[in-house]
C-alpha cells in the first residue's frame, strides 16, 4: 500500500477551531481513501541533511517517512512500522520497537543493521525474581526508547507483567518498571538490566558518558513527596554512579479526581551541558551532569497550568510545552514568566514532537481518532498543515526527530 498523505505539495492553511479542524479531518480522510495509490515525489536527504535541521520521522499504518519540518517534503520512505520509534541525533540511525523485537536501521536509506528479539530471554532478567517470581518469566514489553546522540547505543525502558493477581499489588498482577542498553555498534544488548520498583514511568537521556534515568514515586496521597529521583549510570555496566532526590520548592498537592497528589517529573533533556529537569507544575531543575547537583532552580511558573508527561520541549531559558487543558504554552526561564500561550481544540489529541526557535513554531501531531497531521503552530496566525495520515499514539511514540533541533 502507498503512502497514506495529501500529496497536493502546496501548504494548506486552517483555523484553530473545533469545526474548521472536524472538516479537515473528514477531507483529510477522503483523499487518504482516493489517493492511496499514489507516490511521493521525494526531497533529498543529502540536501537537508547538510544543513544540520531537524528531520521528523513518523510512520503511517505502512510506512516510515522522513519528513522536512520546515516544508512537508518527503525526504525519506521506507516500508514499515512499529509502537517505538527514536533515533540518533547525527542522523544515522533509527530504532523501531514491535512488542516482538527491536529493530536498528541505517539512514538514509533504512538497510536493516540489527533484529534483537524481545523475549524472556534478555540478559539478567533473573534479577527481576527477586521482586516476584513472575516477572522473570514474562515477557518484556517496551515502553520507551531513546538513542546516544553519537549512535554508540541505545537505552529501552520495558514494563514486564506478571500473568495472576497478586494481593501486594492491590490484587492486580505484579508488574515492574526496567532499563536496558543495546551496544549499535554491535547489534547485541549490553549484560545489564536497572529495576525501577515503585516506578510508574521513566524518562531517558542517553549520551556518551553517561545513561541519565528519571521517574517519580507511584502515589496518590497529599502527604509530601519527592518529585522523583534522579540517577546516572553507566551506559556499558548499568552501575550507579550519582543519585539525585529533586527537591520541591513549594510541594503545593493537584487537586485532581486522584484524590489529590504532588507534582510529578514531566520531561527531562540534555541541552548545552547541562541536564534539565521540568516537573509538571513548570518547575525547572537545571542539573551538572557530572555531579548531579543542581545549580539553578525555577519556582513552578502558575499554580494553574498543568503540563503533559512528556510533551514539553526546553532549553536554559526557554520552555515550549502542552498542558493538561489542550493549551500550547511558551515560558522565559530567565524571568520566570510565561509569555505566550494559544488554545487548542479539547476535543482533538496532541502531541508536541518539537519546537522549531529559528521560527518560533511548535511541531504537533494533531488527531481526533482518524490518521493524524503533522502541523507548524505558531503562537500567532495559522496553523500551517504540513501531512496527514500519519499514526498517533499518547502512549507509544510513533515519531522520532533526528538531526539539529535549534
Not at 70 to 94: K, M
Not at 270 to 280: C, H, M, S, W
Amino acid at each position: 500500500m502507498s503512502l497514506v498523505v495529501d500529496t497536493v505539495r502546496q501548504p494548506r492553511h486552517l483555523r484553530l477551531v473545533t469545526l474548521g479542524l472536524s472538516v479537515l479531518a473528514l477531507l483529510t480522510s477522503l483523499i487518504w481513501l482516493t489517493n492511496r495509490s499514489e507516490r511521493w515525489t521525494l526531497g533529498s536527504w543529502t540536501d537537508h541533511s547538510a544543513t544540520g535541521k531537524p528531520i521528523v520521522l513518523a510512520q503511517t499504518n505502512s510506512t516510515f517517512i522522513a519528513i522536512d519540518p520546515y516544508t512537508g517534503t518527503v525526504v525519506s520512505q521506507h516500508p514499515g512500522g512499529a509502537a517505538l520509534l527514536a533515533a540518533s541525533a547525527n542522523g544515522q540511525q533509527v530504532i523501531a520497537a514491535t512488542d516482538d523485537e527491536l529493530i536498528v536501521y541505517r539512514l538514509p536509506d533504512w538497510a536493516v543493521a540489527y533484529r534483537l528479539p524481545l523475549d524472556n530471554q534478555l540478559p539478567n532478567l533473573y534479577q527481576l525474581a527477586t521482586y516476584h517470581p513472575d516477572l522473570q518469566r514474562a515477557k518484556p514489553r517496551p515502553v520507551t526508547l531513546e538513542v546516544d546522540p553519537t549512535g554508540r547505543y541505545a537505552a529501552v525502558g520495558f514494563v514486564s507483567m506478571g500473568e495472576h493477581p497478586d494481593p501486594a499489588f492491590l490484587d492486580t498482577p505484579p508488574w515492574i518498571l526496567w532499563v536496558t542498553a543495546v551496544d549499535l555498534q554491535h547489534g547485541t544488548w549490553l549484560p545489564w538490566i536497572h529495576p525501577l520498583p515503585g516506578t510508574d514511568w521513566v524518562y531517558i537521556v542517553p549520551t556518551p558518558e553517561k545513561l541519565f534515568l528519571a521517574g517519580s514515586p507511584i502515589a496518590a496521597t497529599s502527604q509530601p513527596l519527592s518529585l522523583g529521583t534522579l540517577l546516572a549510570l553507566d551506559p556499558t555496566t548499568g552501575q550507579v554512579q550519582s543519585q539525585l532526590t529533586l527537591p520541591g520548592l513549594s510541594p503545593v498537592p493537584l487537586n485532581t479526581s486522584e484524590g489529590g497528589r504532588h507534582p510529578r517529573i514531566a520531561a527531562v533533556r540534555f541541552f548545552g551541558d547541562q541536564l534539565l529537569v521540568a516537573t509538571e507544575q513548570l518547575e525547572v531543575f537545571v542539573v551538572d551532569p557530572g555531579t548531579l547537583q543542581v545549580t539553578r532552580q525555577v519556582a513552578p511558573l502558575s499554580p494553574t497550568i498543568l503540563v503533559r508527561g512528556a510533551q514539553v520541549w526546553l532549553t536554559t531559558e526557554r520552555l515550549v510545552a502542552l498542558t493538561q487543558t489542550s493549551e500550547l504554552i511558551q515560558a522565559d526561564l530567565v524571568s520566570g514568566q510565561i509569555v505566550a500561550r494559544r488554545s487548542l481544540p479539547t476535543d482533538w489529541t496532541a502531541e508536541l514532537v518539537t519546537f522549531l526557535p529559528d521560527e518560533h513554531v511548535a511541531l504537533l501531531l494533531l488527531s481526533n481518532g482518524l490518521p493524524g497531521c503533522l502541523v507548524r503552530v505558531p503562537f500567532q496566525g495559522e496553523i500551517e498543515q504540513l501531512l496527514c495520515g500519519l499514526d498517533t499514539n499518547l502512549y507509544e511514540r510513533r515519531f522520532a526527530v533526528t538531526g539539529g533541533i535549534g
